[in-house]
């Protein structure tokens, strides 16, 4: 094959992985915009979710969308409780202190998912035949298609949510400031939950959608891609919805590209290089603000 | 007082140390407790020089495993392809991950809290796989072959230099600007502190510290892997979670959390699955409940032990 066919290809397959990263950044953008803090349990939420999406279908008995929204409700309610009971006492502690418990509700999360599902992956059941679609030169799986599809659907909704409700308008002023957002009447607490539950949702989406396009779900399966996507949201400007978009596309791209250039093990390191890279020469990300800092 | 406490002191310590070699003569410890007690001290160093770098310099670093696994490849490495003693391999090993520390502490170090934090994660990460995809030290199949060299007396030794050398640099000229980086980095700028240069310092120390602690540890199980939670992000965590429930800014505290932590496990070998659910709510509860850690800030010391005997009469603080 021609070189650019392969780069063509990969293309599409990193932009399928790149949609994934996408939401799962999205959770870590919106909480971070919000109360500053890396959720580093979002990525055992998503994991969480690939669980439950798991369970609905095979026990349940439910078809894939149905599944779906039962697991994203059953992972935005996870999330919110996380908010209630390790984040939210901590509101005015200090960032280190809160930055520890994010690490240790990950770890809790982890090790009770390998406790209660045991420490073995599961196969994910398939809900939809495996077909080629073919395109021109190059191809697209169903299941490529469905992840970017649902992935792009779900991001609509979030950008009608976020820009043209009263929910989004309350969000965007909480993240903007927070005592100014008390000031005028909006429940800042109630404000962060739906946060965390919107975030948790759409985690628990991807984790659904990784479950299928790998055919195997396990109680670690979050940690890595929770660190990448948190990467993405770091490359597209924290704190910046649009830019978790960008940064998880461009990540899942350049993934890829490793993986076809070089070694398959090489892809974990890319994330971090970019990461560093990124908070070197633009710490604010591509499409982030420039902030000032204040004494 | 100063001469005689660091005198008793150092009685107390070859105490030990000869009563851990009796009773192993004796046959009371066996090899199992021996090399539990090894661990102890090889995580006494982890814990402390992260210490220096977390709790007393304040600049959140969660990649100390990058540097352990250096000191452990590196000098396994050295010792079993070119046969160097040990002793150079220690310090080898200690200063190839300092000269890491330095390369990866001057430009992460412009970052602050979380993105530090994330970027020292990373650079954790990428010391793995760059270990994983190099032959020369096994690759993915693991490093197997190292020689044992380590005994517990080495180990105890480089313990007890860790813990020295890091508490008199805290108590250092070095040490409070440490500090004061630490409580307010603008304040100690406009004090004249330069502030990049403290924070690399404890970072290249620490780092150094770790790489010792990797040595000390390849050579005692003489088989490295490259996974997570040998040389990863989980082992990472583990020495953080040691140093927090211990108490940032706290030697003691890292002593005695690094010695509890280490045997607890190997007592509840029979809830092995429970520990790591049992690790985060106890992480989580310190969190919630005392913040800076158990023993934040405190140091124990036969001076100050001295000074409470002494009761009213005393007058001044010397902890």
Not at chain 1, 1 to 15: C, E, K, R, V, Y
Not at chain 1, 42 to 68: E, N, S
Not at chain 2, 232 to 250: A, E, P, Q
Request: net charge positive.
């Amino acid at each position: 094959m021609a070189w650019h066919i392969i780069a063509l290809q990969q293309l599409i397959n990193g932009l399928a992985l790149g949609s994934v990263y996408a939401l799962i950044a999205l959770g870590y953008t919106m909480v971070y915009g919000i109360i500053r803090l890396i959720n580093f349990a979002h990525g055992d939420i998503y994991m969480l979710g690939a669980y439950f999406g798991f369970y609905a279908i095979t026990m349940l008995k439910l078809p894939l969308v149905p599944a779906m929204i039962v697991s994203m409700a059953a992972a935005a309610v996870v999330g919110v409780l996380l908010e209630r009971i390790a984040y939210k006492p901590l509101r005015n502690s200090s960032r280190i202190a809160v930055l520890i418990t994010a690490i240790g509700a990950s770890l809790l999360l982890q090790s009770t998912a390998q406790l209660v599902f045991g420490a073995s992956f599961k196969p994910f059941p398939q809900a939809m035949a495996f077909r080629r679609i073919q395109l021109g030169p190059v191809f697209m799986t169903n299941r490529q298609l469905l992840i970017f599809g649902v992935a792009v659907l779900l991001m609509v909704i979030l950008h009608v949510i976020v820009q043209y409700t009263k929910l989004g308008k309350a969000m965007r002023a909480v993240s903007m400031d927070k005592e100014a957002a008390l000031l005028m009447g909006i429940n800042v607490d109630r404000i962060i939950s739906a946060t965390f539950a919107i975030g948790s949702a759409l985690a628990a989406a991807a984790g659904i959608l990784v479950g299928m396009y790998y055919n195997r779900i396990d109680p670690y399966m979050g940690m890595m891609p929770g660190l990448k996507a948190f990467v993405a949201a770091v490359l597209g400007g924290i704190g910046v919805v649009p830019g978790a978009v960008l940064g998880g596309l461009l990540m899942g791209v350049a993934e890829n590209m490793v993986v076809t250039l070089g070694s398959s093990t090489l892809r974990d390191a890319v994330a971090f290089a970019i990461l560093i890279v990124v908070l070197l020469f633009r710490p604010n990300g591509l499409l982030g603000k420039k902030g000032i800092e204040k004494v | 007082m100063n001469k005689l406490t660091s005198l008793i002191s150092g009685a107390i310590l070859l105490f030990i140390y000869l009563l851990v070699q009796l009773l192993e003569r004796q046959g009371i410890l066996l090899a199992y407790h021996v090399q539990i007690l090894s661990l102890c001290c090889i995580n006494i160093i982890l814990v402390v020089s992260l210490n220096l770098i977390n709790g007393f310099t304040g600049q959140f670093s969660i990649g100390h495993a990058g540097f352990f696994a250096i000191g452990a490849y590196a000098s396994a490495y050295l010792t079993v392809t070119w046969q160097v003693p040990f002793i150079f391999a220690i310090i080898c090993g200690g200063i190839l991950a300092g000269i890491a520390g330095l390369a990866v502490g001057l430009p992460a170090l412009r970052l602050r809290g979380d993105y530090l934090a994330i970027a020292t994660l990373g650079f954790g990460e990428i010391i793995r796989v760059i270990i994983l995809n190099t032959d020369a030290v096994g690759g993915a199949r693991g490093f197997s072959g190292i020689p044992k060299y380590t005994t517990f007396g080495l180990a105890y030794l480089t313990a007890i230099i860790t813990v020295v050398v890091i508490r008199n640099f805290v108590n250092s000229d070095y040490g409070r600007a440490c500090l004061a980086v630490r409580e307010d980095e603008i304040a100690a700028e406009s004090l004249g502190v330069n502030s990049t240069y403290f924070k690399v310092l404890a970072f290249t120390i620490g780092a150094f510290f770790a790489g010792a602690a990797g040595t000390l540890f390849s050579h005692y199980l003489q088989y490295m892997a490259p996974t997570p939670s040998q040389i990863g992000f989980v082992k990472s965590i583990d020495i953080l979670i040691m140093l927090v429930l211990g108490g940032l800014g706290s030697i003691t505290g890292s002593v005695i959390a690094a010695i509890v932590l280490t045997v607890i496990p190997e007592l509840l070998r029979g809830f092995a699955e429970y520990r790591m659910i049992i690790y985060p709510i106890l992480l989580i509860l310190v969190m919630l409940y005392r913040p800076s850690g158990l023993l934040a800030g405190q140091e124990f010391s036969l001076a100050s032990l001295a000074q409470l005997f002494k009761g009213a009469k005393a007058h001044g603080n010397h902890s």
